[in-house]
């Protein structure tokens, strides 16, 4: 499996290449501005190798992407294409599927937070328990109807989508390649069922 990884003209864009580069289960990982994926996704889909496409952080609001939003049906209908989605990823998977997004209501720029992660997310992902994770951002994903059905499931606290996954895809609203985010090697570690 090789990984791509959309730079939303983030600084954080490196440090998640970085992390990424570190699992010894991608044959190859590069850097892609997001105004390139509408052609990389046409050269790769006559290419039946296994991709991982990761949706980074970025400013502004998913609404200032709308074809990179568009182009996210393009990923998760090709077998062979998967979607890793943190922070404006994550808005943008979403926002695709359906879900609203809304101010956060704790607006948060650089600071921890706390979590007890439900046993049925601690499984599913092989997470700790209890999670500290560091949060850059102003909008979230509002809490609702799971629209896929018995397909995804999610981790929600106060009214928020925090972690969400499928067979196709997995995203978290916080930064888990930031140094204010405990064992951030667990949460990239479930990208490995995406080889599968």
């Given amino acids: 499996m090789i990984a791509i990884i959309i730079d939303f003209d983030d600084s954080f ?4 290449f970085s992390e990424i580069s570190t699992l010894n289960y991608f044959k190859s990982v590069r850097v892609i501005h997001f105004s390139e994926l509408e052609f990389c996704l ?24 709308l074809l990179q939003r568009n182009l996210i049906s393009k990923i ?3 077998e062979h294409f998967r979607f890793f989605g943190i922070c404006l990823g994550h808005q943008l998977l979403h926002q695709f599927l ?7 209501n704790n607006i948060i720029h650089g600071s921890q937070v706390n979590y007890q992660v439900d046993l ?32 995804y499931d999610s ?36 990208l490995k069922a995406f080889l599968l």
């Fill in 98 to 104: 359906g879900y609203e997004i809304v101010p956060a």
């Fill in 155 to 190: 981790f929600e606290y106060n009214n928020e989508i925090l972690i969400s996954w499928s067979k196709k895809f997995l995203s978290y609203q916080f930064h888990p390649e930031s140094v204010g985010t405990t064992c951030p090697n667990a949460f990239f570690e479930p």
């Fill in 120 to 151: 049925k997310t601690s499984k599913a992902l092989n997470l700790p328990k209890k999670i500290c994770t560091q949060h850059y951002n102003s909008l979230a994903v509002k809490s609702g109807p799971k629209l896929l059905g018995n397909e």
């Fill in 76 to 78: 998760l209908e090709e």
């Fill in 13 to 16: 864009t490196f440090n998640i």
């Fill in 42 to 65: 046409k050269q790769k889909k006559s290419n039946l190798e296994k991709t991982l496409f990761v949706f980074g952080p970025g400013p502004g609001h998913p609404n200032e992407y």
